[in-house]
T-cell receptor
Framework: GAGVSQTPSNKVTEKGKYVELRCDPI?????LYWYRQSLGQGPEFLIY????????DSGLPNDRFFAVRPEGSVSTLKIQRTERGDSAVYLC??????????????FGPGTRLTVL | KNQVEQSPQSLIILEGKNCTLQ??????????LRWYKQDTGRGPVSLTI?????NTKSNGRYTATLDADTKQSSLHITASQLSDSASYIC??????????????FGRGTQLTVWP
């Protein structure tokens, strides 16, 4: 069946520009997560949605980062005034319930963001 | 500070050999520990999930162990195959009751299997 998909797969932008990254979770999964992975590092938590609401956004590094999930399925991660330090792979994951801490998270292939 | 440390950082073994990857964590209170496999250019894929009451869990040629007292886990790979070449990431869940525990990721061990 279809897994988590992310678009675009690669995004190159200039410093100061605005970007949007999209995540399509597995159908029926209520929980959605965004992570950021820098080269040679493990993923770093950014934000977690339960349905349409952000249950935990404490991982967002600053107010240039914002994410939405208006209908409880597709999510968009928005980054304003991009900086070179934002360059990373942005991973999205979804899980069936999210309310159980042992819920398996299924990851998408990621979007590689490069800020020049 | 909640941390997850993995060793070795990288490992090269010959096809057919066994290997063991280590994970130490300081996350507390602890909910569960997961091992993920991440192929280059792909998202992580879950291998095992263990709660604090479980000592070992297997998934095919992968066997994970957990010692919640010493806060150590290991992932043992038996009879390695070329397709095992990947980054193996240890992930620890912080227990926050009924809501999702925050996940703390290690940096991963990069495993390369040579023919």
């Amino acid at each position: 069946g279809a897994g988590v998909s992310q678009t675009p797969s690669n995004k190159v932008t200039e410093k100061g520009k605005y970007v949007e990254l999209r995540c399509d979770p597995i159908s029926g999964h209520t929980a959605l997560y965004w992570y950021r992975q820098s080269l040679g590092q493990g993923p770093e938590f950014l934000i977690y949605f339960q349905g349409t609401g952000a249950a935990d956004d404490s991982g967002l590094p600053n107010d240039r980062f914002f994410a939405v999930r208006p209908e409880g399925s597709v999510s968009t991660l928005k980054i304003q005034r991009t900086e070179r330090g934002d360059s990373a792979v942005y991973l999205c994951a979804s899980s069936l319930n999210g309310g159980e801490s042992t819920d398996t998270q299924y990851f998408g292939p990621g979007t590689r963001l490069t800020v020049l | 500070k909640n941390q997850v440390e993995q060793s070795p950082q990288s490992l090269i073994i010959l096809e057919g050999k066994n290997c063991t990857l280590q994970c130490n964590y300081t996350v507390s209170p602890f909910s569960n520990l997961r091992w993920y496999k991440q192929d280059t250019g792909r998202g992580p894929v879950s291998l095992t999930i263990m709660t604090f009451s479980e000592n070992t869990k297997s998934n095919g040629r992968y066997t994970a162990t957990l010692d919640a007292d010493t806060k150590q886990s290991s992932l043992h790979i038996t009879a390695s195959q070329l397709s095992d070449s990947a980054s193996y990431i240890c992930v620890v869940s912080y227990d926050r009751g009924s809501t999702l525990g925050r996940l703390y990721f290690g940096r991963g061990t990069q495993l390369t299997v040579w023919p």
